[in-house]
T-cell receptor
Framework: DQQVKQNSPSLSVQEGRISILNCDYT??????FLWYKKYPAEGPTFLIS?????DKNEDGRFTVFLNKSAKHLSLHIVPSQPGDSAVYFC??????????FGQGTRLTINP | GAVVSQHPSWVICKSGTSVKIECRSL??????MFWYRQFPKQSLMLMAT?????????EQGVEKDKFLINHASLTLSTLTVTSAHPEDSSFYIC???????????FGPGTRLTVT
């Protein structure tokens, strides 16, 4: 039972354009959502998060949008840079319990 | 701040042997650490939650006698894969819990290959 789903295994974007990574979840008890970035052979690093009481959180080039009714969140990166090429995982948590991760989306930024 | 290290970064062992992986929080104390496993092109799967001074809590389907977890100090948790088999080959990642329930700081991971 995959409670957090990232349906796009890969995404390719031109440098300077916007990258949009999507994530869907099924558990309505989730109240906190996070995005992590992961390079090969490294552990994930925290990128940005959002509480279920908000619908948008912005940090520099990164913005996360949350649509609770659709159980959907997205990460926008603009402008995209070559260093953004990595695997991005979304994760969700309910009632401060363990994180549940999606399968990840490999983002490639083309020069 | 909030650096987590793992050792070794990669290990190759023969089937039937045991392997110990260390996870250390370098600049903070972590009463709770997590152990994850990641198969190629798949998500991180939580194996167990490790609490300092108490027994680990294992996720459903994870054999506690095979994956021994010890959290003997506030900066060190160890995962021992006992009697390893080729199907145990995977990428093992630990994380340490920060000040809030949502802050997890991840180690760089350990690639285990069982031949």
């Amino acid at each position: 039972d995959q409670q957090v789903k990232q349906n796009s295994p890969s995404l390719s974007v031109q440098e300077g354009r916007i990258s949009i990574l999507n994530c869907d979840y099924t558990n309505s008890m989730f109240d906190y959502f996070l995005w992590y970035k992961k390079y090969p052979a490294e552990g994930p690093t925290f990128l940005i998060s959002i509480s279920s009481i908000k619908d948008k959180n912005e940090d520099g080039r990164f913005t996360v949008f949350l649509n609770k009714s659709a159980k959907h969140l997205s990460l926008h990166i603009v402008p995209s840079q070559p260093g953004d090429s990595a695997v991005y995982f979304c994760a969700a948590s309910g009632n401060q319990e363990k994180l549940v991760f999606g399968q990840g989306t490999r983002l490639t930024i083309n020069p | 701040g909030a650096v987590v290290s793992q050792h070794p970064s990669w290990v190759i062992c023969k089937s039937g042997t045991s392997v110990k992986i260390e996870c250390r929080s370098l600049d903070f104390q972590a009463t709770t650490m997590f152990w994850y496993r990641q198969f190629p092109k798949q998500s991180l799967m939580l194996m167990a939650t490790s609490n300092e001074g108490s027994k680990a809590t294992y996720e459903q389907g994870v054999e506690k006698d095979k994956f021994l977890i010890n959290h003997a100090s506030l900066t060190l948790s160890t995962l021992t894969v006992t009697s390893a088999h080729p199907e145990d080959s995977s990428f093992y990642i630990c994380s340490a819990l920060g000040d809030t329930a949502y802050e997890q700081y991840f180690g760089p991971g350990t690639r285990l290959t069982v031949t």
